[in-house]
């Protein structure tokens, strides 16, 4: 089955800094990449998403890029505010109505 | 107007009890799933449904048996809980078919079996 690695767990940035998270993946059939951000006590939320004949997507401050035939694929937050401090989960799998195989996490904390 | 709706929210329990968590959704889905997040926060699906049919089934334990009486609600029965069950657990709904298909999660429940 799918295994999809998260570093790094845990990510400290100053606001107004950039933060990176990454994620490999094991399963060439995979197709379909969310990252999802789930705040304290809440559900998952998506906040972007990418399928595989792409290599880019931005959307504001935060950008998404993957290399299929390397099988990993980042997040890119830019310009961080206090409040994009959360706990961050990458995902794949192969469309995107299937089953979610996700990451371990990565708890962001931006600090002012 | 809440999309994803589960309850309850907390659920405290004995080991050995049957319990049932319920989720419903409004956004007229037609697939549904639970995930299952453990102290670790790790997320794991458990199950998916699609128009009431069951098309994922996970390694789970025939102690949880989930049960569609609807496209728009996904319940999930516990039988004869265990010390490990201790979790959060996710409902989600997504729209089904081709094209564009986020999955929105629901709230949680917290389960807590002593």
């Known amino acids: 089955g799918e295994n999809v690695e998260q570093h790094p767990s845990t990510l400290s940035v100053q606001e107004g800094d950039s933060a990176v998270i990454k994620c490999t993946y094991s399963?060439?059939?995979?197709?379909?990449f969310p990252w999802y951000k789930q705040e304290l006590g809440k559900g998952p939320q998506l906040i972007i998403d990418?399928?595989?004949?792409?290599g880019e997507k931005k959307d504001q401050r935060i950008a998404v890029t993957l290399n299929k035939t390397a099988k990993h694929f980042s997040l890119h937050i830019t310009e961080t505010q206090p409040e994009d401090s959360a706990v961050y989960f990458c995902?794949?799998?192969?469309?995107?109505?299937?089953?979610?195989?996700f990451g371990k996490g990565t708890s962001l904390l931006v600090t002012p | 107007d809440t999309a994803v709706s589960q309850t309850p929210k907390y659920l405290v329990t004995q080991m050995g009890n049957d319990k049932s968590i319920k989720c419903e959704q409004n956004?007229?889905?037609?697939?549904m799933y639970w995930y299952k997040q453990d102290s670790k926060k790790f997320l794991k699906i458990m199950f998916s449904?699609?128009?009431?049919?069951?098309?994922i089934n996970e390694t789970v334990p025939n102690r949880f048996s989930p049960k569609s009486p609807d496209k728009a609600h996904l319940n999930l029965h516990i039988n004869s809980l265990e010390l490990g069950d201790s979790a959060v657990y996710f409902c989600?709904?997504?729209?089904?078919?081709?094209?564009?298909?986020?999955?929105?999660f629901g709230p949680g429940t917290r389960l807590t079996v002593l």
């Open positions: 399963d060439s059939a995979s197709n379909y």
């Open positions: 956004l007229g889905h037609d697939t």
């Open positions: 990418i399928r595989s004949n792409v």
């Open positions: 449904y699609n128009n009431k049919e069951l098309i």
């Open positions: 995902a794949a799998s192969i469309y995107s109505g299937y089953a979610l195989n």
């Open positions: 989600a709904s997504s729209p089904g078919g081709t094209g564009n298909n986020e999955q929105f």
